[in-house]
């Protein structure tokens, strides 16, 4: 194992961003930039004897600043929507930037997304991003201090990234990353194979914001519980699908094992772990024709993402699992996402 260090340029502010590698015995290598603690890229093994990266990034930080994909980034502080741009805590109310047709989207107009991190080497297999998100940043309440370890796993191919917060005053708090994964390497996500590890999703209202109510995926294009193509189903005549334009749902999970996405192209698995009850399923649907890293084609529904999280919208809706964190009270969460060749 080892971590590079480079320089990956400049922002519109002026700030340097750098870009940390870590890459294992096997010649597996996972890249993060510290503009949004950002994976830029994950090379993991193939059937074919090579390396394929299976996730979305861009070569420069001016594509990460001039688009609005939330390619690879962290997200907060509360990540997916919160219903009409605002919430109630101990009786008072705070409004939050509407940045998403009248929702509040990914922690606002400049999230954890847009923050140039502090980042170290802790060992030879990881990396950790901090910062202080101050008071009144986006309007949410609390000094939030924080880090996001990188970590890529020894003696199996994968990458784990643990989330560290406390706060001086209670806030609420949703965390998790924003990475595109096409395992194939070639564009086309849909033909992949997925399984996700739950009964149930959250179903939406106007706004692609959680209606509140939790329906069985049994009988519905929902149900992967199964392994299925992850297009199959998302032309089906189903008023869901209408509403997020596809795939843009909270599944509701009850054990660590979230999902698992295969290629049989690759012959690459992705399996993802976690400790969050929920987990999002993204199939892209708003993804714009776009050259990344490479001179790879981004195009509409071209890559997936599964981002572990807090259900969306959650202090809005009673039920939901609480997303407050309460002063002093220290945050923990880790999901891992591994791989193995079929």
């Known amino acids: 194992m080892s971590v590079t260090v480079r320089p990956f ?3 519109k502010r002026g700030e340097e961003v750098k870009a ?3 890459t294992d015995a096997a010649g597996a290598s996972c890249t993060l930039l510290d503009y949004g603690a950002t994976v830029q890229a994950l090379c993991v093994p193939n059937k074919n004897g090579g390396l394929t990266d299976v996730v979305l990034g861009f070569e420069s930080v001016a594509e ?16 997916n929507r919160v219903g009409g741009a605002r919430f109630e805590l101990h009786g008072k109310e705070y409004r939050l930037a509407d940045n998403d047709g009248g929702n509040c989207l990914h922690g606002g107009r400049r999230g954890f997304d847009r923050y140039v991190w502090q980042a170290e080497t802790v060992d030879e297999y990881a990396v950790r ?35 560290e917060a406390v706060s001086d005053a209670d806030t609420i708090v949703n965390l998790t990353n924003h990475s595109y994964f096409d395992l194939s390497g070639c564009g086309r996500a849909m033909e992949q194979t997925l399984c996700i590890h739950a009964d149930r999703y959250l179903e939406l209202g106007a706004g692609v914001v959680p209606s509140g109510t939790v329906a069985e995926v049994a009988g519905t294009p929902f149900d992967f519980r199964r392994e299925k193509p992850v297009g199959r189903d998302i032309g ?3 008023e869901q699908l ?13 054990g660590m094992d979230a999902a698992s996405l295969a290629s ?19 199939s892209g649907n708003f993804l714009k024709d776009t050259r990344g890293k490479g001179g790879a084609e981004f195009h509409k529904r071209g890559a997936v993402c599964l981002e572990t999280q807090l259900w969306p919208d959650a202090m809005n809706h009673w039920g939901f699992p609480s997303p407050v964190l309460h002063k002093g009270e220290k945050l923990t969460s880790t ?7 079929e």
């Open 9 to 11: 340029g400049f922002t």
């Open 20 to 22: 940390y590698t870590i």
């Open 64 to 79: 990460y600043e001039d688009t609005d994909f939330f390619l690879g980034a962290t997200i907060g502080r509360f990540a």
């Open 129 to 163: 991003f901090s910062r202080l998100s101050p008071d009144g940043e986006e309007n949410f309440p609390g000094n939030l201090e924080l880090s996001v370890t990188f970590r890529m796993l020894s003696g199996k191919t994968g990458l784990s990234i643990t989330y």
């Open 236 to 238: 089906a005549d189903f």
């Open 242 to 254: 209408r509403l997020g334009g596809g795939y843009d749902h909270n599944f509701c999970l009850g």
């Open 264 to 282: 049989a192209e690759t012959g690459i698995r992705m399996a993802v772990c976690t400790d969050m009850p929920g987990v999002q399923l993204y």
């Open 335 to 341: 999901t891992v996402y591994s791989f193995t060749v």
